[in-house]
């Protein structure tokens, strides 16, 4: 039996056109998402809302994506949205929520966000959501997955 052996050139050049096959379309991007995200976002973030809101929105947020397809939205420890998402390509939907966050508008129990995941960090952009204050929260910069 006669083995051929690849010359070290042609070897590296394999290598690198196996990984490069293997790279996702939008390389460096990640498609999964964490099951914890936190941001800590101050009032004067909340520059499209009424002072007083974004006082009361002010602190340390954390998104859970917890098994069953369940999420919670809490501040400062505090729950106050909690739902169910899905993921599909870049957006994300939420639905059935109830919560303090949950605006008393029609529609406001369902919300579809662009999202845009790179290394440990998650942006939302809004896509349909009529709860402001929920779109501020979720779209005010990004949040940064927690250490597992």
């Known amino acids: 039996?006669?083995?051929?052996?690849?010359?070290?050139?042609?070897?590296?050049?394999?290598?690198?056109?196996?990984?490069?096959?293997?790279?996702?379309?939008?390389?460096?991007?990640?498609?999964?998402?964490s099951p914890t995200y936190t941001a800590t976002l101050v009032a004067r973030?909340?520059?499209s809302l009424d002072p007083d809101v974004g006082e009361r929105l002010a602190g340390i947020w954390m998104v859970q994506f917890l098994p069953g397809d369940a999420f919670q939205m809490m501040l400062n420890g505090e729950i106050m949205v909690d739902g169910y998402w899905s993921l599909k390509?870049?957006?994300?939907?939420?639905?059935?929520?109830?919560?303090?966050?949950v605006c008393d508008e029609n529609g406001a129990a369902e919300a579809v966000y662009r999202v845009s995941i790179r290394g440990f960090s998650i942006r939302?952009?809004?896509?349909?959501?009529?709860?402001?204050?929920?779109?501020a929260v979720l779209t005010l910069g990004g949040f940064r997955a927690v250490a597992r």
Do not use: N, W, Y
């Open 1 to 33: 039996m006669k083995i051929k052996v690849l010359s070290h050139r042609m070897s590296r050049s394999f290598c690198l056109l196996f990984a490069l096959m293997h790279l996702p379309l939008t390389a460096g991007a990640r498609t999964e998402i």
């Open 45 to 47: 973030e909340f520059k």
């Open 89 to 101: 390509d870049d957006r994300i939907s939420l639905s059935q929520m109830s919560g303090p966050l």
């Open 124 to 135: 939302m952009e809004q896509a349909v959501d009529s709860c402001p204050e929920r779109t």
